[in-house]
């Protein structure tokens, strides 16, 4: 049985960090481990991917404040979110893609807000 279990989002205000996790179970031949977000009225983006080899990609709106990390062990993906702006609120997903198909599993999403 598939799983994801996301956790870190929360308030916080603006210039401050957060770290979002989520641990996957039941999942086998990852190609890639992202992190994606949803803004209210807005579609869904992709914020940072690590590949199964470790290449990173991040949107440009969030080079050098957020760092995609991943636990093979623990079959696991982190964001470290530093410096964090209004606009960085949204809903964030965590993303597994595996398999010769590339599907596509999510998690349950976590709420991010970034307010004074």
């Known amino acids: 049985q598939v799983q994801l279990v996301e956790s870190g989002g929360g308030l916080v205000q603006p210039g401050g960090s957060l770290r979002l996790s989520c641990a996957a179970s039941?999942?086998?031949?990852?190609?890639?481990r992202g992190w994606y977000r949803q803004a209210p009225g807005k579609q869904r983006e992709l914020v940072a991917v690590v590949t199964s080899v470790g290449t990173t990609n991040y949107a440009n709106s969030v080079k050098g404040r957020f760092t995609i990390s991943r636990d093979n062990a623990k079959n696991t993906v982190y964001l470290q979110m530093n410096g964090l702006k209004p606009e960085d609120t949204a809903v964030y997903y965590c993303?597994?893609?595996?398999?010769?198909?590339?599907?596509?599993?999510w998690g349950q999403g976590t709420q991010v807000t970034v307010s004074s």
């Open positions: 039941g999942i086998f031949n990852i190609n890639a």
């Open positions: 993303n597994f893609n595996a398999g010769r198909q590339l599907r596509d599993y």
